[in-house]
């Protein structure tokens, strides 16, 4: 989804801009551009494609200024070209806007400007609100944010510069993020931390409807009414080398080894004194008959893994996994006896957050599980824990699924002792399977030879299927996910038991299927799934640790450490990540910014 990138200070801005847009490219966007202030008019560069393009433009045609903003565009309206990137001017050149997110009336704004003789120069929704700046500004740039604020539908996260003002650059923002840097140079905005991370760790985090106004010495904040706004400045402490690839080829390969410290932190937030588990504390379970858990991606795959997790253990009477962008819209009967569990890494998923909203209006409560503090759902949901993954780069997610996984675990775990359905032995055992759950993810990690070999056979593979059964079906759903992802190959993932009613017809000589045992009670009858498809031609890689199948010219085995069935989830989905990542690898693509894809998706 697009980014955004601003600063007004001491420094020349292109360098400090161009450096943020590269620590949003992860974000995923088709084309790139910055303005900057200058005396005589705005300079812009704009670029279709890579960064590696706008920064070509700009050496051959050097600019320069203390103020400027910069985007990366994943289009939405209008296909990506220079001309639809961003920063867009209004037609009289005065005032220059970025923007992330949705106008939806833009159509009728749009047809209203051009009445009045208005020339608009690009196809996307963003314009119009450049040129809506242009036709209220009167002198007066907060009066102007406030009443194109009032005229628009939508979401937005908006830098705006103004040629009459050298010193100041304004952030406002609804339903999208956006935060407000301050270093002792200069002041930032960004659609995220990670872009300024390298000049400052003191943020703003801005609130829908709030007015940031920036200036080479200072920010202040105000309310729509035009009053002035306190807030509080709060210190980051992710580190910049955290957010860099730290000799990796990959940030995925990178986030992928991280597994173990990450699930070790999060585990450590959630039991004992941790910060989670004080939150938790606050949730009386009793209170609840029903839980939907909803998310998007892979964040709802990690719902599907939880709900075998919350039956097993909790023998709650109502536990639904919903997609975040079908539960919006389904007229759920929910009510104040039901408890919405929220997943999401950015916690800015534009479904995500309108699913909370919808829980919320309903008078459910909300509990979120969310990676990046100060996010929408993260200050929206009632009750909000951390999973500690740290910044998350790579498009495809890996860390944050997992730290995701271990939460939910946990969450089952507590629900169930408080609702006297897990005896304290149980839970002290379940407790201490989960502690030893990041060295055996190391013990995965330190054996990839295997899986790096074997995924380097499969790159020309045109199908892949996923199968398992029970709660190895529903990693199975994650690991489809990240191999199509990434690697571009098609895959399905299905139950061992559907297999009859439609994929196996698409089985051919050379099909893989991957085939997920970690279920004992269940190894006989997956087994008996995998001979119906190699009898059929298919080749299949079991993934897991129960299996005991020989090593074949058809069958393969990623063998994995033994642990509780009900996290076995945990173990198998790393070696699914490195399966698909070193598919993709040997495929030579552009791993962690995947075609199309992004990393947070911000609009509907
Ligand atoms: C995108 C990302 C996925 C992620 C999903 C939900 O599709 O590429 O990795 O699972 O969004 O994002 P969230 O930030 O809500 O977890």
Known sequence: M??????????????????????????????????????????????KGRLSALEAAIKENPIGSHMGIGHTRWATHGEPSDVNSHPHLGSQNKIAIVHNGIIENFKQLKERLESKGIKFTSQTDSEVIAQLAEYYYDGDLIDMVIKVAGRLEGSYALGIMCLDDPDTLIAVKKDNPLIVGSSGHGNFIASDVPAILGHTNKVYYLNDSEIAVLKRGGVEFFTMDKEPLEKTIETITWSLDSAEKGGYPHFMLKEIMEQPKVIRDTIQSAIGNGENAKVLDGIDISKFNKIVITACGSAYNAGAV?????????????????????????????????????????????????????????????????????????????????????????????????????????????????????????????????????????????????????????????????????????????????????????????????????????????????????????????????????????????????????????????????????????????????????????KGLDIDKPRNLAKSVTVE
Not at 8 to 34: F, H, M, N, Q, T
Request: proline letters at 3%; charged letters at 20%.
């Open 2 to 47: 697009c980014g955004i990138i601003g600063y007004v200070g001491e420094e020349d801005s292109v360098p400090i801009i161009v450096e943020g847009l590269k620590k949003l490219e992860y974000r995923g966007y088709d084309s790139a551009g910055l303005a900057v202030f200058g005396k005589n008019g705005y300079q812009v560069v704009k670029k």
């Open 306 to 586: 939880s709900k075998y997790v919350f039956e097993r253990l909790c023998r709650f009477p109502s536990i639904e996994v919903s997609l975040a962008s079908e539960f919006r819209y389904m007229d759920a009967v929910i009510d104040g006896k039901t408890l919405v569990i929220l997943i999401s890494q950015s916690g800015e998923t534009a479904d995500t957050i309108a699913a909370m909203r919808e829980a919320k209006a309903k008078d459910a409560v909300t509990l979120a599980i969310v990676n990046v503090i100060g996010s929408t759902i993260a200050k929206e949901s009632d009750h909000t824990i951390y999973t500690a993954a740290g910044p998350e780069i790579a498009v495809a997610t890996t860390k944050a699924f997992s730290t995701q996984l271990v939460l939910l675990y946990l969450l089952a775990i507590r629900f169930a002792a408080r609702l006297n359905r897990l005896p304290p032995e149980d839970e002290k055992n379940l407790l201490a399977e989960l502690v030893s759950l990041p060295d055996k993810v190391t013990d995965i990690l330190g054996h990839v030879d295997y899986i790096q070999k074997y995924a380097s056979t499969c790159i020309g593979c045109k199908n892949i299927f996923f199968i398992g059964r029970n709660i190895d079906y529903a990693i199975a759903l994650e690991g489809s996910l990240k191999l199509k992802e990434i690697s571009y190959i098609h895959s399905e993932a299905y139950a061992g038991g559907e297999l009859k009613h439609g994929p196996i017809s698409l089985v051919e000589k050379g099909t893989l299927v991957v085939t997920i045992s970690n279920c004992k009670q269940l190894y006989s009858k997956i087994f008996s799934n995998a001979e119906q498809v190699i009898s059929r031609g298919a080749k299949v890689l079991f993934v897991g640790n129960a299996c005991d199948a020989e090593v074949s010219e058809d069958i393969s085995l990623v063998s994995l450490p033994d642990i509780h069935e009900l996290f076995s989830p945990s173990l198998s989905v790393v070696a699914l990540q490195l399966f698909s990542y070193y598919v993709a690898a040997n």
